[in-house]
């Protein structure tokens, strides 16, 4: 038995929304990157796991025409907002998810959403999500990697009591919710770690993207297009083949 999910977002639910907004060029260029990494080759049909409120999804379609077919959102408060834009979501997380649309052409992790899948059950449920996924279909993350400039002020503001009044003009436009009331993901990990566990698992292939290169002050300031690789970006795309 995995452990309880705790809802970060209860009754918060349009606090990605709001963010979007105070920080568009942060979002713009995730959105871009988001868009490399889907479309190393046809994107076909789409399950987004942990979906948020469901921007990401919503550009997506309005602007390059890719439609998520399933979504996945274990907050129910996150997942009421997804679902007003008109976006098939089902409460769950990933580890208990049925999979019943199976085979997928993509599965998608948006946001560093599996940052929230404990560190015990993340192997179970990528082998789950590539047995998921339809031959020669792909696991694709995105990340604030542990490694990264952000990464590192953002574990360092969620592990010790520092005053935010140090801190407050290096994370400004860069964290996608308030850091006073929220973890911005449980689990970190560098990208090698993860490249080491899908390799293990059988995923094979692996392609990296990166945008957001600059340091955190200045983050927020230009729209980057993203670049290959993954050991300078702020937010990283990784795409494994099945």
Known sequence: MGE?????????????????????????????????ALTTKEPGKILSIGIGSGIFETLLS???????????????SLGAEAKAKGINVVQST????????????????????FGFIPDDEIEATFSRNREALADGGRLVLTDVPEESALGILLQFAQKYEINRNDLDDLLVGTT???????????????????????????????????????NPPYQKDTVEDPIEGYTKGNYVAIVAER
Do not use: C, M
């Open 62 to 76: 309005e602007r390059y025409g890719i439609t998520v077919a399933e979504a996945v959102e274990p907050s129910a």
């Open 176 to 214: 996608f919710f308030n850091l006073d009331t929220h973890a911005y993901k449980p689990n970190w990990h560098p990208i090698t770690w993860y490249v080491a566990l899908l390799e293990r698992i059988g995923y094979h292939d692996l392609r990296f993207f990166q945008t957001v290169l600059s």
């Open 94 to 113: 990933a580890q208990e998810y049925d999979y019943a649309g199976a085979p997928y052409d993509t599965i998608v992790y948006n946001g560093s959403s």
């Open 4 to 36: 309880p999910f705790i809802d970060r977002y209860q009754d918060n639910g349009r606090i990605l929304d709001e963010t979007w907004q105070a920080r568009p060029n942060i979002y713009e260029s995730r959105l871009r990157l988001l868009h490399r």
